[in-house]
């Protein structure tokens, strides 16, 4: 006698779709860290040309290098939200894949919980009938003994 639990393929359905959302779990972390890196170095681009040019105008500079300055610190700024904004993106999604691999995590416990109790009542069925077999066994031996 043999174990099988008859949720089996239910449970191998579960567990694979909890490895494939941990994979996409991982791929947003990832895709969310590359980004916020990417917002990072754009704020500190911005942050050492602004230090760059208060030392240049201190020094002197022209109207038209002013307003390069300027149109290249607009330009990095507009970058910069836009990073903010996929920043606040991939945020989401990550905390959605998250979720869903919280989700999928706990469905996969369901279906162990439930195995495990079921192998344990199949081991207790087990243990009976070989007291009953056993019982039996002894009986026999007992009667042919006794004849």
Sequence with gaps: MTYHFRYQKILDVKENEKRKSSKEYEDSV???K???TKLYTFLKQ????VKLQEEKLN?????????????????????????????????????????ILMQK???VKQYEKI?????KKFMELRKREEGKMMDEISIITYSFHRN
Aim: proline share 0%.
């Design 59 to 99: 020094k002197g500079m022209s109207v038209q290098e002013i307003k390069q300055y300027q149109q290249y610190v607009q330009n990095l700024e507009k970058t910069i939200e836009h990073y903010q904004q996929l920043v606040i993106y991939s945020r989401n999604a990550m905390n959605e894949k998250q979720s």
């Design 30 to 32: 990832e895709n969310f």
């Design 105 to 107: 995590h706990i469905e």
């Design 46 to 49: 911005k942050e050492e040309f």
């Design 34 to 36: 590359k980004v916020a």
């Design 115 to 119: 195995k495990e109790k079921d192998y």
